[in-house]
Structures are given as structure tokens and as C-alpha cells.
């Protein structure tokens, strides 16, 4: 897939992405966030609008703040609930005062937006549009810039360094083939996401990601046909990972694309296995940021790595 790379950002400094729009890159990098967690400066008529305040860093939200000079905060926008995109939320909100709007559902435990969101709400110019897949409350927001360009800040949904992580319960593969599709249907010009560069031509990975998951599902179903499968044993056929939180992602990936077959009824569930996998043992703690997300406690993703499918006869 054509995935794009770039350097190193400079730390603490807004960096122009057009004008009006500014983006600071947190200092999160690891092989799941690749260089950061992008935070957005969006110029408004009243003062600034920051879409996703990263992770609980007291040194980003500081920067944040300052490179806002003597614009008001406004608002704070939340793609979704992750740690690395939340974290430094209160904080943020502490400092400023300014209303939080988010999904109305939330996914994070014990927190709820000032403002809740729904899919078609408009809050400063960027129209809300739900795209659950990668987090049950994920949006994007819409965006046109002043010279015409049609903007989508796509938040972890889709990203132009990487495939996004499914992780289930949060993530729900089903909702992510769906929400892809719906961003099919759309003209937007350019993405903003979480990690990473701007992604021209969008829709042209979109589709590559959407051809990538349909391939994937049916490899999985091809190897079903054969034989039933532990989670673990058939992440590690068929992704051949070494990296041990990428060894967990494609656990969690595949784990999410049988959950899917099996609400479509070609998979069932069967009695989990009882000898741990050699990967599953090689589990690390999910960095803090994200250690109580979507089934990330290491005693989850174990025992989640023994479950077992079979194919429907």
C-alpha cells in the first residue's frame, strides 16, 4: 500500500499544514503511533479549535497552549477516546476552560463530552461524521478551507503511515469495513489524520485498505477450511511479525476479523485452547497510555490469544 513517511517533526513547534491550520506532533513515538499523536491548531471567527489534544504530556499541552499566543482556545475536539489522543485532555480543558465535543457515546469509561456529537453535527466548521471501526466512538470531521480544499481530519480511522489497529471490544471489524466504505462515497481532497503526513488522494488507499482487509478475511478463511485455529497460532502464519506490540496487533486484527465471520455465521467459536502459544507469551505490557484500552491488559490479550474458531459446516 502506498504509505507515506516523513522526517523527524521539530519538537514543540506548530508546524503550518495550510493556512489557518497548524499541527503540533507529540512526543509518542513507538511503532504503534509512528513519530507522535498529531495535534490540530484549526483557526475559527472566535479563536481556536484544537482537534485531539494528545497524550497526557504536561510538556505537549504546555506547547499547545503556547502556540496558541494570545488566540483564545474555544473548543477541543476528540477523534476518539484513545489514551494517546485523550490523554492530555483534562489537563488541556484545566488550562482553558474550553467545552469538550465529542461522539455522544462514549467508549471511555466514566467520561462524558461537554457537548456531545452526533454523526452530521457542526461545531466551528467541521462537520462531524462517525466512522467506528478502529474505536466504537471514532469521527472524522469535515472540513472546507477557505480556498476550496475539501479536508477530512480522519483521526486513527484511516492514516497515511499505517494500517489502523482493530481491536476488539472497542474495535469492531464489521464497523471499520462499513465506515471505509461510507469515506468511499466521499469527495474529500485531502486527509489530516492522527499520525503521520497529509494523505493526498485519499480515496485511493481507502480502497487499498478496504481490497487489504477483504484479502486478509479471506485468507483466514482459507486456512479455517483446513483446520481450526487458535488466535496466536494463525497471527503468527499469517502476519510473521517479530516485533512483540506488533505481534499483539496482529493478534487483535485477527481476532477482530473472526468476531466479524462469526456474527456473519461462516465462523464458530469453539473451546479455547489450553497450552499457551509460544507468542502469547511473549505479550508485553501495552505502553501506559493505552494499557487499560480495548482488551490491552496483558492478562486480556492472553487470554484472548487461546480462543479458538472453526468453520461453519
Not at 481530519?153 to 471490544?169: E, K, L, N
Amino acid at each position: 500500500m502506498p504509505f507515506l513517511q516523513e522526517p523527524e517533526p521539530p519538537r514543540g513547534v506548530p508546524q503550518a499544514v495550510m493556512p489557518g491550520i497548524r499541527r503540533i506532533t507529540a512526543r509518542n513515538p513507538s511503532v504503534m503511533t509512528y513519530l507522535g499523536t498529531n495535534t490540530y491548531l484549526i483557526d475559527s471567527d472566535d479563536g481556536l479549535t484544537i482537534l485531539d489534544p494528545g497524550p497526557n504530556d504536561p510538556r505537549h499541552i504546555a506547547e499547545t497552549i503556547a502556540a496558541a499566543g494570545d488566540t483564545p482556545i474555544r473548543r477541543i475536539l476528540l477523534t476518539h477516546t484513545h489514551g494517546d489522543h485523550w490523554g492530555g485532555l483534562a489537563a488541556l480543558k484545566a488550562a482553558t476552560n474550553a467545552p469538550v465535543h465529542a461522539y455522544k457515546v462514549s467508549a471511555k469509561d466514566g467520561f462524558a463530552p461537554d457537548l456531545p456529537l452526533d454523526d452530521g453535527d457542526t461545531v466551528a466548521g467541521l462537520t462531524a461524521v462517525f466512522t467506528p471501526g478502529h474505536a466504537a466512538d471514532h469521527l472524522s470531521f469535515a472540513y472546507t478551507h477557505a480556498d476550496g480544499t475539501r479536508i477530512l481530519f480522519s483521526g486513527d480511522h484511516v492514516m497515511s503511515w499505517s494500517s489502523s489497529i482493530v481491536s476488539p471490544p472497542d474495535g469492531h471489524m464489521g464497523d471499520y469495513y462499513r465506515s471505509l466504505e461510507r469515506l468511499l462515497t466521499r469527495d474529500d481532497d485531502i486527509y489530516l489524520s492522527g499520525h503521520g503526513p497529509t494523505l493526498p488522494d485519499p480515496r485511493a488507499l481507502v480502497r487499498e485498505l478496504l481490497a487489504h482487509r477483504q484479502h486478509r478475511e479471506g485468507t483466514i478463511l482459507a486456512e479455517l477450511r483446513n483446520q481450526d485455529w487458535n488466535i496466536a497460532a494463525l497471527a503468527a502464519k499469517l502476519y510473521h511479525k517479530t516485533d512483540r506490540f506488533l505481534i499483539v496487533a496482529a493478534q487483535r486484527n485477527v481476532l477482530a476479523h473472526l468476531l466479524k465471520l462469526k456474527d456473519e455465521n461462516l465462523v464458530r467459536e469453539l473451546e479455547p485452547e489450553t497450552t499457551p502459544h509460544p507468542d502469547s507469551l511473549k505479550i508485553p505490557p501495552a505502553p501506559g497510555e493505552v494499557e487499560s484500552e480495548s482488551g490491552g491488559q496483558v492478562t486480556v490479550m492472553q487470554r484472548d490469544a487461546l480462543r479458538r474458531f472453526g468453520i461453519v459446516k
